[in-house]
């Protein structure tokens, strides 16, 4: 386990059946949340999600992590993704989606066209524009951040190098 000082883990999705693997929400210490159940959407490998409902005063606001492995059947996790939008959407959330989705949005293709599709059902768009993992003779956008920019408003989007994973990290205000 984690443990990440003035944080407190407010969701998470760990595997199943198979050894390592989580997705994980940590809330700062004075932030107010509730858990949004999503668990009977994922599957190990497959679609792998946790989301909470900050205080009100955040209209409605949702965070939703995901993580899609590069090894499953994309159009299940297509399938899977658009339920947990239309449980969210239906609740009137304003979704804020982040993670790893292992779709290169530094390229264009057809799974990015068939993730995006789904997403903009739901007026969300990837604001993510620089890469995010580094390899040694290539550089990849496999995880995103995804909003509802009608919605949202202004926002700014900064790289945050942590050390904690392979992945670059995000940092939203």
């Known amino acids: 386990m984690t443990h990440l000082t003035n944080y407190s883990?407010?969701?998470n999705y760990c595997r199943k059946t198979f050894f390592k693997g989580v997705v994980s929400i940590f809330v700062y210490r004075n932030l107010k949340y509730n858990t949004v159940n999503i668990d009977e959407y994922n599957i190990d490998k497959g679609i792998e999600a946790c989301a909470i409902e900050l205080d009100p005063t955040f209209n409605?606001?949702?965070?939703l992590v995901i993580y899609r492995?590069?090894?499953?059947?994309?159009t299940n996790f297509l399938k899977r993704l658009e339920l947990i939008l239309q449980k969210l959407y239906n609740n009137k959330y304003n979704i804020f989606i982040c993670g790893d989705v292992n779709v290169n949005y530094l390229m264009d293709s057809?799974?990015?066209s068939q993730l995006d599709a789904v997403l903009h059902s739901y007026n969300?768009?990837?604001v993510d524009k620089f890469p995010t993992r580094f390899g040694l003779n290539s550089e990849t956008a496999i995880d995103n951040v995804f909003?509802?920019?009608s919605t949202i408003g202004k926002y700014e989007l900064y790289l945050l190098i942590n050390g904690l994973s392979v992945h670059d990290a995000r940092l939203v205000n």
């Open 9 to 11: 883990l407010g969701a």
């Open 60 to 63: 409605k606001l949702c965070i």
């Open 69 to 74: 492995s590069p090894r499953d059947d994309f």
């Open 110 to 112: 057809n799974r990015r």
């Open 124 to 126: 969300l768009t990837g």
């Open 147 to 149: 909003i509802d920019i």
